[in-house]
């Protein structure tokens, strides 16, 4: 009995340092954001090279799987809403699956997947071959010049693709009104702006941040926590990936 409770209380004490660390890292980087001299012009370059890797370079992939999705999903909800004689409902119903869910948290997970998953690896091959103490050596502060244009760059382009993606599904979703309800343009729009609150856009954009902070923080946590081994790599990214599906 006295055993278990050693082992329990080593786990309650490893697991509450687990989250101490979390969130006074998450914490100091913070801290840089609100600070003006981070942003200097070698921090800038890497925060836009971020934002293109993360954001631009998917941009065709994504349109297509948001045409799928909104066409598929908006004629899903439309098709229960007649089931269940709520009609009337339509508007709110499409802008709360849509806009309120499933735009932030389809954004994250390809963003969790594509680049949270690259900038894991990156950070854990950097940590296993001492580049981030070379960049210790040389004075390069790793929070302002590695970590904080990739969690900027997670948090706009989460944000960004969150909206073109909602965007994107409510427009191909009038294909499917128009055929399955024979709802016009100008009658589908107005059931969509009729239901269309400010809390909408501003649930859409606190999940956004939030997921892409997250999408990032995690990821670059756990590179820095790989031990000093090649094979450890492959189980801090799978860590990391865990932790994001965890938290999302």
Do not use: W
């Amino acid at each position: 009995m006295l055993q278990f409770l050693e082992k329990l209380g080593a786990k309650a004490i490893e697991m509450f340092g687990s989250v101490y660390e979390v969130f006074h890292f998450a914490f100091v980087c913070l801290f840089h954001a609100l600070n003006p001299r981070s942003y200097n012009p070698a921090m800038i370059m890497v925060l836009i090279k971020q934002i293109y890797f993360t954001a631009v370079q998917i941009i065709p992939l994504f349109i297509v799987m948001a045409i799928v999705f909104g066409s598929v999903i908006i004629g899903v909800v439309i098709y229960l809403a007649t089931q269940y004689s709520l009609q009337s409902e339509i508007g709110v119903i499409i802008i709360t699956v849509v806009i309120d869910e499933f735009a932030p948290f389809f954004t994250a997970l390809l963003i969790s997947l594509r680049s949270g998953a690259a900038v894991n690896t990156e950070i854990a091959v950097m940590k296993v071959n001492n580049e981030l103490n070379t960049l210790n050596v040389y004075k390069i502060d790793l929070i302002d010049y590695l970590f904080l244009p990739r969690i900027i760059g997670g948090i706009i382009s989460t944000t960004f693709l969150s909206l073109l993606f909602a965007i994107i599904m409510l427009t191909s979703g009038y294909i499917f009104t128009f055929f399955y309800m024979s709802i016009d343009l100008s009658t589908y729009k107005y059931l969509l702006l009729d239901a269309l609150e400010i809390k909408d856009l501003l649930i859409l954009l606190a999940k956004s941040f939030a997921f892409g902070v997250l999408s990032m923080l995690i990821p670059i946590y756990s590179g820095l926590k790989t031990q000093k081994s090649y094979t450890a790599i492959p189980v801090s990214v799978l860590n990391g990936m865990v932790l994001i599906f965890k938290r999302t």
